[in-house]
C-alpha cells in the first residue's frame, strides 16, 4: 500500500472513533453525520483488511489491530496539526524548522555568525545547512524544497523564483606588512607589476577582476589559483603576493596587523548578489522570517576600524558590470 492511496481524513474519523467508543459522538465531534462516519469506517476497513471495531451494545471496541496502531496514528495527527499550526501562527521562539541555505564561502563567513547569534535568542529551535549548490541546479533545488534560500550572483530564472536585490560591493587588495613595492597607497602599476592570488571554486576561468582588466586592455599575473580567501590570506602574510577580494570579506579575514587593506587602484566592478526562493514559500511565515532576518544582518555589516579607514584611504567609486563572479 501506497501512501498516495490512502485519505488522511480517515485517520481522523479513526482516532475520534476510539475516542469516544461511539459513531454518533464521534460524528458530534468531527461535525459529520452518522451515515458520513459509518461510511469513512467501510473505506478505512476495505484499506486496511482489518474490521477495526467491534460492535458491543453501544460501544464500538477497538481490535487488537487498531489497538496497537493508535498511538502512533495519534503521534502522526498531532505532528500534523502541530505543523499546520506553526504554519499560520508562526512563533519564531517555538518553531523547530530545519533551513537549507545554498552560500558560498564569503557568504558563509559574512553571514552565519550574526545570525546564529540571533538565531540562539530569537529561534532557539530553528536549525541550518549550507551547501554550495551549482546554478545551474539552483532552480530546481529551490522548486523540490531540498534547498529553502539561496544567496548567488544575479542569473537568469523562470518566474517562479522569486528574488530581492541583497549585496552590491567594492573590492580590495590585501597585501602583507610591510610589502616592498607598496608605499602609502597601491597604483595600478605596481597592482600589475605584482604575482596575484585567484580564489575560485573552478579549476579554470577568469574571475571577475580578470574580466574588468582584460576590457580594459590589461593582464595581471596570477601565480596562485586557490579554494578558498582563508588559505589564501595565509600565503598573503608570507609572501608579496597580492589577493583582490570583496571589502566586508578582507575585513573579516584580516583582523590583526599582519596584513593591510588597500584601496583597488582603478573603478573596478561590484560583487552583486540576490537572495532567491521559491514562489511556494513566499508566504510561508518562517521562511520570510528567515529571510528578514538575512536581509538584516547584511545590512548591519561588520563594524570597520578607523585605523584600517584611515589605510584604505578612502572608498572608491566604482561601476557595476554585470559579470559571472567566481
Keep these: 500500500m501506497h501512501l498516495s492511496q490512502v485519505d488522511l481524513n480517515l485517520f481522523v474519523v479513526l482516532e475520534a472513533i476510539y475516542r469516544e467508543g461511539n459513531i454518533t459522538r464521534a460524528g458530534q465531534q468531527l461535525n459529520l453525520t452518522q451515515p458520513a462516519i459509518s461510511h469513512a469506517l467501510k473505506r478505512l476497513r476495505d484499506l486496511l483488511q482489518d474490521p477495526l471495531f467491534v460492535r458491543q451494545g453501544a460501544h464500538m471496541m477497538p481490535t487488537p489491530f487498531t489497538r496497537n496502531m493508535i498511538e502512533q496514528v495519534r503521534q502522526a495527527l498531532q505532528i500534523f496539526e502541530a505543523n499546520l499550526s506553526q504554519s499560520h501562527n508562526f512563533v519564531p521562539e517555538h518553531t523547530r524548522r530545519s533551513f537549507h541555505l545554498s552560500l558560498w564561502e564569503y557568504l558563509e563567513a559574512l553571514i552565519l555568525p550574526p545570525l546564529l547569534n540571533r538565531l540562539a535568542h530569537a529561534a532557539p529551535g530553528m536549525s541550518i545547512t549550507t551547501s554550495r549548490v551549482k546554478r545551474r541546479d539552483l532552480e530546481t533545488e529551490l522548486a523540490s524544497g531540498s534547498v529553502d534560500l539561496a544567496i548567488e550572483i544575479p542569473?537568469?530564472?523562470s518566474d517562479r523564483i522569486r528574488q530581492k536585490w541583497l549585496l552590491n560591493e567594492g573590492f580590495v587588495v590585501?597585501?602583507?606588512q610591510g610589502h616592498p613595492a607598496i608605499a602609502r597607497t597601491l597604483d595600478?602599476?605596481?597592482?600589475?607589476?605584482?604575482r596575484h592570488i585567484q580564489v575560485s571554486?573552478?579549476?579554470q576561468g577568469p574571475s571577475l577582476i580578470d574580466i574588468e582588466l582584460s576590457r580594459r586592455g590589461l593582464r595581471r599575473q596570477v601565480f596562485l589559483r586557490s579554494q578558498h580567501n582563508f588559505t589564501a590570506c595565509l600565503v598573503v602574510n608570507k609572501t608579496d603576493m597580492l589577493l583582490t577580494l570583496p571589502e566586508r570579506h578582507a575585513r573579516l579575514l584580516n583582523t590583526g596587523p599582519t596584513?593591510?587593506?588597500h584601496a583597488f587602484p582603478l573603478p573596478a566592478p561590484r560583487l552583486e548578489a540576490?537572495?532567491?526562493?521559491?514562489e511556494s514559500v513566499e508566504n510561508d511565515p518562517a521562511n520570510r522570517w528567515l529571510r528578514e532576518q538575512i536581509e538584516d544582518v547584511l545590512a548591519?555589516?561588520?563594524p570597520v576600524s578607523k585605523a584600517k579607514r584611515k589605510a584604505d584611504g578612502g572608498r572608491r567609486h566604482a561601476r557595476h558590470l554585470s559579470l559571472r563572479a567566481d
Excluded at 188 to 194: I, M, R, S, V
Excluded at 274 to 278: G, N, P, Q, R
Design 155 to 157: 542569473m537568469t530564472t
Design 174 to 176: 590585501v597585501g602583507r
Design 188 to 194: 595600478l602599476d605596481t597592482y600589475l607589476a605584482q
Design 201 to 203: 571554486s573552478r579549476r
Design 259 to 261: 596584513n593591510q587593506i
Design 274 to 278: 540576490h537572495l532567491y526562493w521559491h
Design 300 to 302: 548591519l555589516g561588520p
